[in-house]
T-cell receptor, first 114, second 114 residues
Framework: DTAVSQTPKYLVTQMGNDKSIKCEQNLGHDTMYWYKQDSKKFLKIMFSYNNKELIINETVPNRFSPKSPDKAHLNLHINSLELGDSAVYFC?????????????FGSGTQLSVL | GESVGLHLPTLSVQEGDNSIINCAYSNSASDYFIWYKQESGKGPQFIIDIRSNMDKRQGQRVTVLLNKTVKHLSLQIAATQPGDSAVYFCAENAGGTSYGKLTFGQGTILTVHP
């Protein structure tokens, strides 16, 4: 009964490949996010969706494409993977996506591009 | 003691001591602040939050202090335990059109020695 679950936990792949990370939340939240954590532990937002609509799109290469089939799911597809994409990717959700809400995070997907 | 340098700030304490973790934020428009705890291999976990109309909030063994004049946030942990060892992040929401976007600080590594 994990609140925010993402798969896979680990992803090891070659440069140039295309890969996807899936995220699901069972909290009934309207808003979901993708954050990237680099090797120095710095966490930075990538995207946010509210009820399947893209709300936040930070400066992220267009090789990264989020998709939200419904408000409980937000997947992240990455084309033509590069070495610099290696990081931990966290999915998160919040009730309404307003400015005074805490985010609930998944346990992360560690992506290693070789 | 606490040090800041090119690497993540670290704080080492003995079990039973009180810990204080500091965070400086840059956006004077930020109106909501959160502390998260991240254990190895896990996602950030909510600890406590505070809105900008408050200067202090207490939880169980934790207290957050907000000084808007100098844009400073601190997390105090009473009677620190080995299980408190983790990386601690402050995060802020700038309000307005930020929606649910949280901007994270650098992170501080807390190590508790038995």
């Amino acid at each position: 009964d994990t609140a925010v679950s993402q798969t896979p936990k680990y992803l090891v792949t070659q440069m140039g490949n295309d890969k996807s990370i899936k995220c699901e939340q069972n909290l009934g939240h309207d808003t979901m996010y993708w954050y990237k954590q680099d090797s120095k532990k710095f966490l930075k937002i990538m995207f946010s969706y509210n009820n399947k609509e893209l709300i936040i799109n930070e400066t992220v290469p267009n090789r990264f494409s989020p998709k939200s089939p419904d408000k409980a799911h937000l997947n992240l597809h990455i084309n033509s993977l590069e070495l610099g994409d290696s990081a931990v990717y966290f999915c998160a959700s919040s009730p309404r996506g307003t400015t005074n809400e805490k985010l609930f995070f998944g346990s992360g997907t560690q992506l290693s591009v070789l | 003691g606490e040090s800041v340098g090119l690497h993540l700030p670290t704080l080492s304490v003995q079990e039973g001591d009180n810990s204080i973790i500091n965070c400086a934020y840059s956006n004077s428009a930020s109106d909501y602040f959160i502390w998260y705890k991240q254990e190895s291999g896990k996602g950030p976990q909510f600890i406590i939050d505070i809105r900008s109309n408050m200067d202090k909030r207490q939880g169980q063994r934790v207290t957050v202090l907000l000084n808007k004049t100098v844009k400073h946030l601190s997390l105090q942990i009473a009677a620190t335990q080995p299980g408190d060892s983790a990386v601690y992040f402050c995060a802020e929401n700038a309000g307005g059109t930020s929606y649910g976007k949280l901007t994270f600080g650098q992170g501080t590594i807390l190590t508790v020695h038995p």
